[in-house]
Nanobody
Framework: QVQLVESGGGLVQAGGSLRLSCAAS????????MGWYRQAPGNQRELVGT?????????AYASPVKGRFTISRDNAKNTWYLQMNSLNPEDTGVYYC???????????WGQGTQVTVSS
């Protein structure tokens, strides 16, 4: 079982920035996808984007976060990040990190971290 521990959420004013971190309890292997999802109140969980161990990022198509959010990783620390800039109240929600490998029994979730953006 892989443990994912998130940190970095909180309360921020509109226009501000936050950086979320997700630390895994083991090394991230080639072929695994490190991702970020978010769930706004009353909405389904939605993909923000993913990153591979080689640094290739893929952001959700037509996502409202494109251009404002950036995913990065530090393989040596088994950690990936979500840098969020120009936050607005619509970004409020619980943010989850995910580690997945399609076709394998690898699909782990962090506990979620609350991000609240005040207007």
């Amino acid at each position: 079982q892989v443990q994912l521990v998130e940190s970095g959420g909180g309360l921020v004013q509109a226009g501000g920035s936050l950086r979320l971190s997700c630390a895994a309890s083991r090394s991230i292997f080639s072929g695994e996808m490190m991702g970020w999802y978010r769930q706004a109140p009353g909405n389904q969980r939605e993909l923000v984007g993913t990153i591979t161990t080689s640094g290739i990022t893929n952001y959700a198509y037509a996502s409202p976060v494109k251009g404002r959010f950036t995913i990065s990783r530090d393989n040596a620390k088994n950690t990936w990040y979500l840098q969020m800039n120009s936050l607005n109240p619509e970004d409020t929600g619980v943010y989850y990190c995910n580690l997945k490998r399609v076709g394998w029994a690898v699909n782990y979730w962090g506990q979620g971290t609350q991000v609240t953006v005040s207007s």
